[in-house]
């Protein structure tokens, strides 16, 4: 049995505590749809599934040393539900939508993020390293 359940996950992405809301973008390059394990037809593959999910998105600091010279830099990630994606993979998108402050002044606008790796879990919740676009 976990030791966290829905509502715990639920509570972590959501927006009005640490979560922002996004909408989930899955691209699908293939005819073999692996969610179904049936051939997939092109309409299917040319537009892929979009829905609105909740994620907590930060950005990573890193530091790399080569030589004498660091070089420092950001890496935007995001925590997701598992159950919120499923079918998760490399070159899908995620949409964050803009963040802003109680009297609505924006202070980070819409931006657009392509996943590069996908890290599960297995607990129920999915870290993913995202590129902006």
């Known amino acids: 049995m976990p030791i966290e359940s829905s ?3 639920n509570s972590y ?10 909408t989930f973008i899955e691209t699908q390059t293939t005819l073999w749809d692996s969610r179904t394990s049936l051939i997939d037809t092109w309409h299917d593959i040319d537009t892929g599934d979009s829905y609105p999910i909740n994620i907590i998105i930060d950005q990573e600091y890193f530091s790399i040393a080569t030589g004498s010279v660091p070089v420092d830099g950001y890496q935007p990630r995001a925590i997701i539900k598992a159950t919120d994606a499923p079918y998760i993979n490399h070159g899908d998108q995620i949409k964050v939508d803009a963040i802003t402050t109680n009297n609505g002044n ?8 392509t996943i590069k790796t996908v890290m599960p879990d297995n607990t129920g919740l999915i870290e993913v390293v995202l590129e902006e676009q």
């Open 7 to 9: 509502a715990d996950f």
């Open 106 to 113: 924006t202070l980070v606008p819409q931006t657009l993020f």
């Open 13 to 22: 992405v959501d927006p009005n505590a640490h979560g922002v809301s996004a």
